[in-house]
């Protein structure tokens, strides 16, 4: 035998077996060399491999593994003994290598299989968070709907139009396949199919409005599903195929309710709801989400709330509309009332004018016929003739008054008076008509009636005249009387009008004045019309008796401005009739009362004599009216400068004018020309009266004579005899203000 | 004639011009400040009257003519011719003022023409009429009468 150190393996060498194992233990050297391989490479790719050691340990152990199954190839025929180390060698490794392996494994498998457990439930969880976001999303896509649904119903305040696009928008958000809103009708008692989404003009179906379901859906606010065969949903001509759709109903509120274009509902109080069905389309599987139904309701509220606004706001829009008209009806009526005021106030002008005109014409050639050679029992004649004709004037500028007395625009003069006087005449002016009528008349004055009064006498004598006048001309027989005594506050408490305590004192006192008649009376009931302005009592009888039926008014009116009362009292048809007033006038000073009075018409005569020399300036640019102004002054015997203009005026003036008659008509000079002549004279002694000429009888005219200072205003014409009573109570009071 | 026919003729042509509206009172009262010291007192103030009168009419016919009216002017004048007018009692002149003064303020510029024309036809009617009149004052006067004062019975 060769010594050499081989091996002889253990078997013997049959071909076969030993051609196959030893392409095997090529193959699996091979694999066991490429898993490791393939391994790193896979590794390298991924990113997350916590156990590199461990595939360190695992690759070393398979390199040792395929070593050994290679290097045993060389093992199958002789070999020698470094074979066999080699081979030993790598066992052992291997051995070693694979026990540690299968040490370690141990502890690594329960870590990986634990890995896996984890990973399956992040996986679960990771299911269950999609879930979750897919429901936050459907839940942020129905508020996006919600929004904008809102946003469409409620850009337009037109409730047709927020309840098609109600319907038209819930059905494209929610796709569904009809929806219908059911209204109630005028009765309340029936619902009628008011709009759908998908037919244009709804058929008026209508169902009672106390179906169970119908009280089921208005008695929550929710939504609430509802058959598919209930009456409200059957809107569709046909059914699906299969199962209807879902059906879901919802209650609208309506606030307020007004003009619809198919009903005509008044505004009622009670609450009153419509009805709103959505249906899901047939075939489809759907149905009915928590959220699709949250929309619903959320939807048919804000309606609710549109609907309102579009009612609130037609309500407005009609009460502006209301407001305008009447704001036009009322500036009309304005424009009227100004119109018939101005047309009035034209017409007074006028008439004013027209009125007075043969007045004049009676006055003035009554008093030159005064100055005429007559006999007594004529110049009688004319007096009369005169006082009733100034009478009459008075009468026409207190027709004119009346108007300005409803303006409140009348003032009562003050002056000293001669009462007992006023008496007098008014008793002379009635005797002629009493002596006709036959009726006897007595006057009692009471002895502590004062003899002068300050007041407007024009006014007393006035209304005593009309009371007395009305007693005269409203008996036919029987007699008439008067007293006049001063009110005593004692007497106050029987009068017929409790509410009047007048207290007098030094200054004043009141007149208490009485008229009984024992004619035909007054129906008590008619008393409280007497005042009144152009009403008539007993219309047959007395027409031919003539009056306008102002006289009571305005004797009312001009007692109570000299802040007393009037009233008449009668016991009834034919039993006669009480006519008292109170009026307050003042007391003259001590001193005023030994002077007599002024009485400003003096008995014709051609008294040239009082003003024989008096100067006197005459102002006015219109040369006509200057010459006769001065003509008049002439003939009275005055002494006259003529001044044309304000300057001449200025120049001339000087403390020798007693009196300087200025024409205001033309311009606003003379008013100038009043206060430079104030200016001009310091003491008012040396100063020249200054009286305004004027034919204008106009307040504001009167009121900037007085603020300018002027001593007196006279209205033009001017007769002789008025000039001339003019200048005497010019140069007695010095000044003289007629009313205009 | 004798005169008294012609005072009987002056009286019933007075009477006519105070019936027809042509005067008014305020012309008897310039009749009655015609005295002894004032003889042509009426007279004077009449011719004054026409002097001015025709002046005005004037003035008015030519501010009426221009292109852009001033109407405050015009109104000042007719104001003027009113006075006069009212001062001397010839009614119908100043009634047709009065009217003419409320076109100036509307200014009315038709009304204003048709207003002045009718002044002017006015204001020539009363002066025939109070020439007329002095005429046959004049008459009497020469004929050694007297003018008789006024009677009253209208």
Known sequence: MELCNCIDPQWPAEELLMRYQYISDFFIALAYFSIPLELIYFVKKSAVFPYKWVLVQFGAFIVLCGATHLISLWTFTTHTRTVAMVMTTAKVFTAVVSCATALMLVHIIPDL?????????????????????????????????????????????DRHTILKTTLIELGRTLDLEECALWMPTRTGLELQLSYTLRQQNPVGYTVPIHLPVINQVFSSNRAVKVSPNSPVARLRPHAGKFLSGEVVAVRVPLLHLSNFQIYDWPEVSTRNYALMVLM??????????????????????????????????????????????????????????????CARNDFLAVMNHEMRTPMHAIIALSSLLQETELTAE?????????????????????????????????????????LHDVFREVISLIKPVLSVKKLPLSVHLSPDLPVYAIGDEKRLMQTILNVVGNAVKFSKEGSICITAVVA???????????????????????????????????????????????????????????????????????????????????????????ATFIVKLGIPDRKNESKPPFVPKLPGNNGLTDFAGLK???????????????????????????????????????????VVFMDVCTSMDGYEVAMRINEKFKKRQDRPLIVALTGNTNKLVKENCMRVGMDGLILKPVSVDKMRGVLLELLEHRVLFETV | MEVGQMQRQWVDYTKS?????????????????????????????????????????NDLTNSLDQQGIDYKKADAYVHQLKGSSSSIGAQRVKNCCIAFRNFCEQQNIDGCIRCLEQVKQEYCLVKNKLETLFGLERQIVAAGGSIPTMELSF
Not at chain 1, 634 to 639: A, N, Q, S, T, W
């Open chain 1, 113 to 157: 299989l634990s890995v896996k457990t984890r990973e399956l439930f992040l996986k679960n969880k990771a299911a269950e968070l999609d879930r979750e976001m897919g429901r936050i999303r459907t839940q942020e896509e129905t508020g996006r709907h919600v929004r904008m649904l809102t946003h469409e119903i409620r850009s337009t305040l």
């Open chain 1, 280 to 341: 899901l389309p047939s075939d489809s599987a759907r149905q009915w989400h928590a959220h699709e139904l949250e929309l619903v309701e959320v939807v048919a509220d804000q309606v609710a709330v549109a609907l309102s606004h579009a009612a609130i706001l037609e309500e407005s829009m009609r009460a502006r509309d209301l407001l305008m008209e009447q704001n036009v009806a009322l500036d009309l009526a304005r424009r009227e009332a100004e119109t018939a005021i």
């Open chain 1, 378 to 418: 004529q110049r009688l004649m004319v007096e009369t003739i005169l006082k009733s004709s100034n009478l009459l004037s008075t009468l026409i500028n207190d027709v004119l008054d009346l108007s300005r007395l409803e303006d409140g625009n009348l003032q009562l003069d003050a002056s000293i008076f001669n």
């Open chain 1, 488 to 578: 005593k506050p004692e007497s106050f408490r029987d009068d017929r009008v409790p509410e009047f305590l007048p207290v007098p004192s030094d200054d004043h006192f009141y007149l208490r004045v009485q008229v009984k008649d024992s004619g035909s009376g007054i129906n008590p009931q008619d008393i409280p019309n007497l005042f009144t302005k152009f009403a008539q009592s007993q219309p047959l009888a007395t027409r031919n008796a003539g009056g306008s039926g102002l006289g009571l008014a305005i004797c009312k009116r001009f007692v109570n401005l000299m802040g007393g009362q009037i009233w008449i009292e009668s016991e009834g048809i034919g039993k006669g009739c009480t």
């Open chain 1, 616 to 658: 006197v300036l005459v102002m006015d640019d219109n040369g006509v009216s200057r010459t006769v102004t001065k003509g008049l002054l002439v003939h009275l015997g005055c002494d006259i400068a003529t001044a044309s203009s304000s300057e001449e005026c200025l120049r001339i003036v000087s403390h020798e004018h007693k």
């Open chain 2, 17 to 57: 011009l105070f019936l027809e509206g042509f005067l008014d009172s305020q012309f008897l009262q310039l009749q009655q400040l015609q005295d002894e010291n004032n003889p042509d007192f009426v007279v004077e103030v009449v011719s004054l009257f026409f002097e001015d009168s025709e002046r005005l009419l």
